[in-house]
């Protein structure tokens, strides 16, 4: 008795310690009242929100395994004869850049071991990023007032494209020189001004000696310096924003149900690093990525066989190859449509899609309220449709990219297979969006049959008269909240009388968005309780 006494006194007196630290802490730094505020933020529990934070791990590894990289890589393009460890290259001539990239495989003690984990962690930060895209397009958490957050999410993710490619083409081995010519092509494929750039960037006709210097302070600086500044935007916004969530029982776009930051959300985040930096270790360790000196120094006159970006590019790679070899000539200038059209116009049309969907989106709903419920792929059909679609496409074209290698294992003829990825390019995203709605409009029916008839059981029973029939039970109330609990709008109102070609137009796309769907049974008192939970927050004003 004495001893609980005692001890609940000693929790008194830290507790009053801890007050009084905080209290003095807050005269001092009124920011103190910010941090205790984001303590208690609620973070949604869902898996599919760690996939953001798996992109941030990855490139806090990234950060502090190319900080390790950078005390032993010499970016410079000087020759010189090579006399280090491997053997086979031994008394070739190589760029500083090169013979440096193997003394610090084999040696610096961890060395190799330290650009493997580099290499494997910016395949799964640019990875991560791309899923993480792919979870905020399909549960529309782009909508408002996220609209800002996602186009510094396609950001991110071109930079995070730009100092892959960087990263790739700095040891100067004959497979990123392969690479840097290719790029080369692409730069000089933009009409009048091509070869204007391209003078500059290299500082002259390829390969030039000046671009793996600007690349080294392109990939070291500046880069990282844009994407720790926008990370640091996107995480602002979301704790500003508040996340997305998915809609359970007491769950509304009016409140915010999780775990607080600490200790729960922080014990999570801090294993799921941990794990990260486990994993990319032990990948590292064990599986081999980018041997460069089983490819040799850059030359000039040489191509690398089996030469394959990584994946994120591949898709670039793969357009090259299937585009037919179209050129012309006007007013004295060659035309490079075979390199111009998938290299520059495919990636920009690419990006511009990205950047201007949620807007797209907006303006065929004409929704302008606030969303903060996740939608259900399949109540979203034709936007599900079309993010299956883009993904096949971008999948064919990453096949693309590999059809030598293909046509080689597989004993094909590379002209046949380039035809058949010609015509699946362009088949393969169409039957892709049938199909994926149709599955969504499915999956919508099944939930009605749910509603209606209640799940089985598995048991079946025979009547007096020798019927077969199914058992079914009622659903459970969370099931049933989230099958009824949706927000789905309605197709525009056709137009009256004589109106501008813009607003049929968005009509008509209004009509092809939504008109398409499964309505869920529902009593008049549950059509009024779906409107008040799936209604927008309210305002200061408005209260």
């Known amino acids: 008795m004495l001893f609980r006494k005692r001890k609940e006194r000693v929790k008194g007196k830290a507790r009053e310690a801890a007050l009084t630290g905080f209290t003095a802490l807050d005269r001092r730094l009124p920011a103190a009242e910010a941090g205790k505020a984001l303590m208690r933020k609620a973070f949604p529990d869902h898996w599919s929100y760690l996939l953001g934070e798996l992109a941030l791990y990855s490139f806090a590894v990234l950060l502090v395994t190319g900080c390790y990289l950078t005390l032993f890589f010499d970016p410079s393009t000087t020759q010189t004869a090579y006399d280090g460890a491997y053997a086979p290259l031994r008394g070739l001539r190589m760029s500083q850049a090169y013979a440096s990239t193997l003394d610090l495989s084999f040696g610096v003690r961890g060395g190799l071991l330290i650009r493997q984990v580099h290499h494997w962690a910016a395949l799964v930060f640019v990875a991560a990023i791309a899923v993480h895209m792919l979870r905020v397009f399909f ?115 009016r409140n915010v149900v999780g775990q607080p930051m600490f200790p729960q959300f922080t014990a999570k985040s801090t294993g799921l690093f941990l794990m990260v930096f486990g994993a990319l270790t032990v990948l590292s360790a064990l599986a081999q990525v980018n041997p460069v000196w089983n490819y040799g120094p850059f030359r000039a006159d040489q191509v690398a066989t089996d030469a394959q970006p990584d994946w994120y590019v591949g898709f670039l790679e793969g357009a090259l190859r299937i585009m037919p070899p179209w050129e012309n000539v006007v007013a004295g200038h060659t035309l490079m449509w075979n390199v111009l059209l998938p290299t520059v116009v495919l990636p920009g049309l690419l990006f511009l899609v990205l950047y201007a969907y949620p807007f797209f989106e907006k303006w065929v709903t004409g929704d302008a309220s606030e969303h903060h419920l996740c939608d259900r792929p399949r109540d979203r059909p034709t936007r599900t449709a079309l993010g299956v679609a883009a993904v096949v496409f971008y999948a064919v074209l990453l096949a693309a990219g590999g059809n030598d290698v293909i046509a080689y294992s597989f004993r094909l003829s590379v002209n046949a297979l380039t035809w058949a990825l010609r015509v699946a390019v362009i088949v393969g995203p169409v039957v892709a969006f049938l199909a994926a709605k149709r599955i969504c409009l499915a999956l919508q029916a099944r939930d009605r049959r749910l509603l209606t008839k209640g799940e089985e059981t598995g048991e079946v029973t025979q009547n007096v008269y020798g019927g077969l029939g199914e058992g079914h039970r009622a659903l459970s109330p969370q099931l049933r909240y989230r099958l009824l609990v949706r927000e789905l709008p309605r197709p525009l109102p056709p137009p009256e009388g004589r109106v501008p070609r813009r607003q049929r137009l968005r009509v008509a796309l209004s009509s092809w968005y939504y008109r398409d769907r499964v309505d869920m049974p529902t009593t008049q008192d549950e059509r009024a309780q779906i409107e008040r939970r799936t209604a927008e927050p309210v305002t200061e004003s408005e209260e």
């Open 139 to 253: 549960t529309g958490a782009f909508r408002r007032p996220r609209e800002g957050n996602w186009t510094v999410g396609v950001t991110l993710f071109l930079l995070a494209l730009l100092e892959g490619f960087c990263g790739y083409s700095l040891p100067d081995d004959l497979l990123s020189g392969t690479g840097l010519r290719t790029a080369n092509t692409i730069v000089m494929s933009i009409p009048v001004v091509g070869t204007y750039l391209s003078s500059f960037v290299w500082r002259g006709p390829f390969p030039g000696a000046a671009l793996i210097p600007r690349l080294y302070i392109v990939h070291v600086l500046f880069v990282p310096g844009a994407l720790v500044a926008l990370v640091a935007v996107h995480l602002f916004l979301v704790v500003y924003l508040k996340h997305t969530q998915w809609n359970l029982p007491g769950r509304t776009n």
